[in-house]
């Protein structure tokens, strides 16, 4: 290790073109990583919770689950 520190020491042009190599190699990888804000899945199911106060199962169902199969439809 102490060898390595001594040639670097002594050849500063090999320590600028290994970082020039370093960050080449940085900025190529960088622009190749692919993001996306909304990424794009195959899950067709959604959960949906509502709640409608004082309200019978049935109610709820007639109230919001049919117009929510209606939609889909």
Known sequence: ???AIRYF???P???NLVLI???TIGLMSGSTIRSTTNPVTKDRNISITSIYLGASPQE???GIVD???KKKD
């Open 60 to 62: 709820v169902e007639n």
């Open 9 to 11: 020491i002594k050849n």
């Open 21 to 23: 190599l370093i960050i």
């Open 13 to 15: 042009v090999v320590v």
């Open 67 to 69: 117009k929510i199969k």
């Open 1 to 3: 290790m102490k060898n």
